[in-house]
T-cell receptor
Framework: NAGVTQTPKFQVLKTGQSMTLQCAQD?????MYWYRQDPGMGLRLIYY?????TTDKGEVPNGYNVSRLNKREFSLRLESAAPSQTSVYFC?????WGLGYTFGSGTRLTVV | QQQVKQSPQSLIVQKGGISIINCAYE??????FPWYQQFPGKGPALLIA?????SEKKEGRFTISFNKSAKQFSLHIMDSQPGDSATYFC???????????FGTGTRLQVTL
């Protein structure tokens, strides 16, 4: 009963490097989301996928790309990491659009 | 632009006391108001939620009070316990065709 699994849990990148954050859910949820959490700013939506095969921008999409690989998996890619992308990243999923989010345990990313 | 304003940013309550966290919103289309609880190193987890057709919802020691005319809602934690120490996020969503918007979070510390 894993719920939402994120990998890796921690990552340090140098400015300009690229990486992909992985997310998988085993609840057969249709919708998936990527958020970033920064002190004093709450949770801000980066990208979301309302259903398999669709993706859309959220509040802070610049510098990121996503792929909804299948119903279970939703990845977030940083093409050229910047220090401003230092944050904790959370993946979430929901059965119906917007309701009852289940979050993963997060990826703590530091860009130096 | 913060669509859901949350206060206070931090809160210290003695064991057995009442913790109160407030949120206000502008978008009258919001019709679902969940609260999430987040422990250090973990992702947020759904705690309790309310729709605007009721003024109050209670689950154990946790109560949401909702004031539709004032566009405000609050979380009350009765008989607060040290295990309640966490960050709490209010959130809101307009119907089923949009995304969940989070408040900035309240860090609650319950002291002995």
């Amino acid at each position: 009963n894993a719920g939402v699994t994120q990998t890796p849990k921690f990552q340090v990148l140098k400015t300009g490097q690229s990486m992909t954050l992985q997310c998988a859910q085993d609840m057969n949820h249709n919708s998936m989301y990527w958020y970033r959490q920064d002190p004093g700013m709450g949770l801000r939506l980066i990208y979301y996928s309302a259903s398999e095969g669709t993706t859309d921008k959220g509040e802070v999409p610049n510098g990121y790309n996503v792929s909804r690989l299948n119903k279970r998996e939703f990845s977030l890619r940083l093409e050229s990491a910047a220090p401003s992308q230092t944050s904790v990243y959370f993946c979430a999923s929901s059965e119906a659009w917007g309701l009852g989010y289940t979050f993963g345990s997060g990826t703590r990313l530091t860009v130096v | 632009q913060q669509q859901v304003k949350q206060s206070p940013q931090s809160l210290i309550v003695q064991k057995g006391g009442i913790s109160i966290i407030n949120c206000a919103y502008e978008n009258t289309a919001f019709d679902y108001f969940p609260w999430y609880q987040q422990f250090p190193g973990k992702g947020p987890a759904l705690l309790i939620a309310i729709r605007p057709d009721v003024s109050e919802k209670k689950e154990g020691r946790f109560t949401i009070s909702f004031n539709k005319s004032a566009k405000q809602f609050s979380l009350h934690i009765m008989d607060s316990q040290p295990g309640d120490s966490a960050t709490y996020f209010c959130a809101a969503i307009p119907g089923t065709a949009s995304k969940l918007t989070f408040g900035t979070g309240t860090r609650l510390q319950v002291t002995l």
